[in-house]
């Protein structure tokens, strides 16, 4: 908890929460809630929900939290207002408008037109089935606000929680307990005052339903400070702001190499830094949410090695002196980030992990592959630059800016240097997934696509350290080798997940 | 027998690599002098990882695996590729032991004083070397002591001298190549001794036939000792489909030895026999029934009850016909059984519980029996008291996937990763270095030769400050004498 503490208060320190509004039903904000398998804060159920059925975080100036109770409180509203959003232009002009409400989707007449549009243009059929989802969860969220804990564990351990259609329905069967009827009690509290549209009664039922979900809190044995730590990570969104100072850290950077000077560098840096105590600020956060490791994923993977990439040039341009190379890590670090947030390839919801992840060598086997990846990285960054300087008439260039770059045996000799650090962590990282296959299953190398290409990428770099040590490569060829490496290291972190199948499909 | 006959193979085989590498290290050394050294050429190495990354690019895109496996990577040829590489490896090491021996040690400088100048060192070590000029006029002797100081080992004579340090991070590249070819020596080793066969078991069944596979087809063997799958438990996350556990609970009966329960989980073995058990699959729906037709798949939920305690029974699952034992070995935990009070699961210590598969259908607790009946309680006189069953309903079954593996050449693969590993550590990250000078005392001169672990666009800064403080005074020298002249 201590530690817990010492992170929030950095945080608050380095960025204000700008968006901490005290509004009545911020005590409610905090309330546990199962959501994709896991125990989060009623905030973050509101926000991902709204989110998937609007295609928008925030609606019409009012939270994400207060429309998902407006929602549940109004029925009718939910139904006949326009809150789906369409997937594809054809849809919208079927349903006129960027929107379309639950009545107007399940309209048996509109039903009819699509089968037919949907005959002569198959490729809607995707968009339809992603509407299709945000239909049922609004029509199912009475059901999937699972705020309430079962009151007895089967035997079969089903520790499903219920939302408050299902106890609604138990009552209606007189099968309550009751802690389960004062829950209820309080809920409908809520939901009168939502009806009515009543600020001070709303805070009271909020803060009453609030304090009860802390007791069952208590009771399920979660952590108070988990869920405010959700609430903060929700709210806050660490990865766009360490984004934000990856790009500030790359234009500072920009300017040292310009302008030849060691100010804006120094700025560069500590704004690299900052991105990189933004990125672990998240990663632990998401880590801490989820009980897990944050490294079960593609997303998760590329954070990871994102920051890896991000201190070793912050560490390597204080050694250096390489403003290019902030320059690089900044700027990739910025659209890395945006391009993860934003591409449906990549999953950005906390899961929990299927039983072949759960395992401590995930931890050391992911964690090293992805440093190495890290440094892999910024050695394809320094080759395109020794490319590019190459290019642009290498050190004795006419262009100043091409001239104030490290002469073109430093930038072989930087491109080495990340390599003799990156080729360790990828060896490291193979026997430990090797270690890792022969536990879950019994074998320590299987040739499986994953596997296969991690060998390969191994080799490609291992090519690139002997022509380098032992034949006395240098310069373009190795350049070249390297991003033949790199490519390697992207066909294995995210063609194999995309062309190829076998045992390493969850990553 | 056959683990017997494994086992002196795998010795045998050891003992001819040792054999033959002794022999070829000693007898044949300067024979096949022209062979290693050509095939430790790093071109050759080079050409060889390259052939195998095509090979493997083209093995990756062949589905499924198995067909992978079958055309490439379990081929002969890919096999013969492999070795090649191997072979490639234990010229390399070879080699470099050869050239550390004649060329790198102070000894040698000693015979040959303009060693930096040495036609094999410069062809070499000419990638990794930074030459310098500075003036000095001090002793070679200066010279070396301050680089003693900086922990080099230093050895002069005459006008010329040499430094080292850091001259274990050499083996780095030895050890990383032979790690490699232990690895595939293991993975050769391998083909022979591993021994993998596959359990298949319905939830409260029990067997001692493994299955194997072998060239496609499937063969039963008769295991010396009996697996009963007392249950197996799965689950999803709440309101997800992602699956949260698959556990198998299994008692393992061998002869003369007391049953032992055993819980085998994904990610967490169980060694037994000499084999080590890895839950790999589960079985439900149609490939349950279509894997056992026969079975009656009955599963029921039953709550057994204690006459002191009858409102808090104890909870389980079991089959027809099952019989279970209810303990963990020599631990007073039941096993797969929730509820009850310390109290009453105590004194089902060392308890069995069977359902009988024939009707009329009944039940035991440690040799009491009766009928099973739906909702019926029944009563049974067993030790420590009454206890009464009753079935709460039936559930679906499950069939279990295990998977047996024995490996002894495992322990290879281990020593060769490890072995790659400190390799990699020294050859990375000792800094090791040597340097030549040579003093020309006519022209007040200093040349130096370096050698880095690493090609380097010039000296490093330990090196610059050094020689800096030793030969500023000098080189400062004529700037001096011209101010004075002005």
């Not at chain 1, 009623?42 to 709204?50: D, K, S």
């Not at chain 1, 350049?479 to 995210?494: D, E, K, N, P």
């Not at chain 2, 090649?84 to 021996?101: A, K």
């Amino acid at each position: 908890m201590m530690q817990m503490r010492w992170w929030m208060a950095l945080c608050l320190w380095l960025i204000p929460a700008w968006n901490a509004g005290a509004d009545a039903l911020e005590p409610l904000r905090t309330a546990p809630v199962q959501m994709n398998g896991m125990v989060r804060c009623l905030e973050a159920f509101a926000r991902e929900t709204v989110e998937t059925v609007t295609g928008d975080v925030e609606n019409e100036e009012k939270d994400a939290l207060r429309l998902v109770l407006e929602w549940m409180a109004r029925p009718e509203s939910r139904s006949q207002e326009a809150w789906i959003k369409t997937s594809h232009p054809a849809l919208g002009r079927l349903f006129q408008g960027k929107r379309v409400s639950l009545k107007d989707f399940r309209d048996p007449e509109k039903a009819e037109t699509l089968q037919k549009l949907i005959r002569h243009e198959p490729q809607l059929l995707r968009p339809l089935h992603e509407m299709e989802k945000r239909a049922r969860l609004l029509e199912d969220l009475p059901e999937k606000l699972a705020l309430f804990p079962p009151r007895k564990k089967s035997l079969v351990g089903s520790s499903a929680w219920q939302g408050p259609a299902n106890l609604l329905k138990r009552q209606e069967s007189d099968s309550l307990s009751p802690q389960e009827a004062e829950a209820l009690k309080r809920w409908e509290a809520l939901m009168a005052a939502i009806r009515w549209d009543k600020e001070e009664a709303l805070a009271d039922a909020a803060a009453a339903l609030a304090e009860f979900s802390r007791e069952m809190a208590e009771q399920e044995k979660i952590e108070p400070g988990r869920l405010k730590a959700d609430l903060w990570f929700t709210r806050n969104q660490p990865f766009w702001i360490s984004a934000l100072f990856c790009l500030a850290a790359s234009l500072a950077y920009l300017a040292a190499a310009l302008w030849g000077s060691r100010k804006p560098a120094w700025l560069g840096l500590a704004l690299l830094l900052i991105a990189f105590g933004w990125q672990i600020t998240g990663l632990y956060f998401r880590g801490f949410i989820g009980q897990q490791a944050p490294l079960g994923n593609l997303y998760e993977s590329v954070l990871a090695a994102l920051s890896v990439a991000l201190i070793a040039a912050a560490l390597l341009e204080i050694r250096w002196r390489f403003p290019w190379l902030g320059w690089g890590a900044g700027l990739m670090g910025f659209v890395l980030l945006v391009i993860t947030h934003n591409s449906p390839f990549f999953d950005n919801d906390i899961r929990p992990f299927v039983p072949a992840l759960q395992s401590s060598w995930l931890t050391f086997h992911v964690a090293a592959i992805m440093a190495s990846y890290g440094a892999f990285l910024l050695s394809f960054f320094v080759s395109l630059l020794y490319l590019a300087k190459e290019a642009l008439g290498g050190d004795h260039s006419h262009f100043r800016l091409v001239r104030q770059m490290p002469s073109l045996a430093y930038l072989d000799f930087f491109n080495y240097k990340i390599l003799i650090l990156g080729f360790p962590l990828l060896t490291l990282g193979i026997v430990f997934g090797a270690v890792w296959a022969a536990t879950a299953w019994g074998r320590p190398w299987g040739w499986d696509p994953k596997e296969t290409w991690s060998a390969i990428t191994w080799l490609v770099y291992a090519v690139w350290l002997h022509a380098r040590l032992m034949v006395g490569w240098k310069g373009r060829r190795t350049a070249w080798l390297s991003i033949a490496g790199f490519l390697c290291v992207l066909f294995t972190w995210f063609g194999v997940n995309l062309f190829l199948q076998g045992l390493h499909s969850y990553v | 027998m056959v683990t017997l006959i494994r086992f002196l193979v795998e010795i045998i085989v050891i003992f001819l690599l040792v054999a033959a590498s002794l022999f070829f290290s000693s007898r044949l050394f300067q024979m096949t002098q022209p062979f290693y050294r050509w095939f430790g050429r790093p071109r050759v190495g080079i050409f060889l990882m390259l052939l195998l990354v095509f090979a493997s690019v083209a093995g990756s895109f062949i589905s499924p695996v198995e067909q992978a496996q079958d055309l490439v990577f379990y081929n002969v040829w890919y096999k013969a590729l492999l070795a090649l590489v191997g072979l490639s490896l234990v010229c390399t090491i070879l080699d470099s032991l050869r050239l550390r021996r004649k060329m790198c040690s102070p000894a040698a400088l000693e015979k040959n004083p303009q060693f930096y100048e040495h036609k094999a060192v410069r062809a070499d070590h000419e990638a990794r070397t930074v030459r310098a000029t500075r003036l000095f006029g001090g002793e070679i002797n200066t010279l070396l002591q301050a680089f003693e100081k900086l922990g080099y080992q230093c050895v002069s004579q005459g006008p010329f001298g040499f430094a080292r340090k850091g001259e274990w991070g050499k083996w780095g590249a030895i050890f990383c190549h032979a790690g490699l070819v232990i690895i595939l020596l293991a993975g050769f080793v391998t083909e022979w001794t591993k021994d993998e066969a596959v359990l298949q078991l319905v939830e409260g069944d029990g067997t001692n036939q493994l299955v194997r596979w072998e060239n496609n087809m499937p063969e039963l063997e008769t295991a010396n000792f009996r697996v009963y799958c007392d249950d197996f438990d799965t689950g999803f996350f709440p309101h997800t489909r992602i699956p949260s556990h698959y556990i198998s609970r299994l008692t393992l009966v061998a002869e003369d030895k007391p049953p032992q329960p055993v819980q085998v989980e994904v990610n967490r073995t169980v060694q037994f026999a000499g084999w080590t058990f890895h839950q790999t699959d589960f079985l439900e729906g149609q490939r349950l029934r279509n894997a056992f037709p026969e079975h009656p798949l009955a599963r029921f939920r039953l709550a057994l009850y204690h006459q002191s305690e009858p409102d808090n029974p104890l909870l389980l699952e079991m089959s027809l016909g099952q019989e279970r034992w209810l303990h963990a070995g020599e631990s007073p935990e039941l096993t797969g059984v929730e509820g009850g009070s310390p109290k009453v699961r105590a004194k089902l210590q060392g308890a069995r519980l069977k359902l009988d598969r024939q009707a009329p259908y009944g039940w035991k607790l440690v040799g009491k029996e009766g009928l099973l009946a739906q909702g019926k309680m029944m009563q049974r006189e067993a030790p420590q008291g009454k206890w009464s069953l009753q079935v709460e309903g039936h559930v679906t079954p499950y069939g279990t996937l295990i998977t047996l593996t024995r490996n002894p050449a495992l322990v290879g693969v281990w020593l060769g990763t490890g072995l790659v590993l400190i390799g990699l550590a020294l050859a990375f990250f000792v800094r090791r270095r040597s340097f030549w000078f040579w003093l020309d005392q006519d022209q007040q001169c200093l040349h130096l030769v370096a050698r880095f672990r690493q090609p380097r666009p010039a000296l490093d800064g330990e090196t610059t400050t050094a020689l800096d403080s030793l030969c500023q005074p000098y080189e400062q020298q004529p700037t001096e004498e011209k101010e004075e002249e002005v």
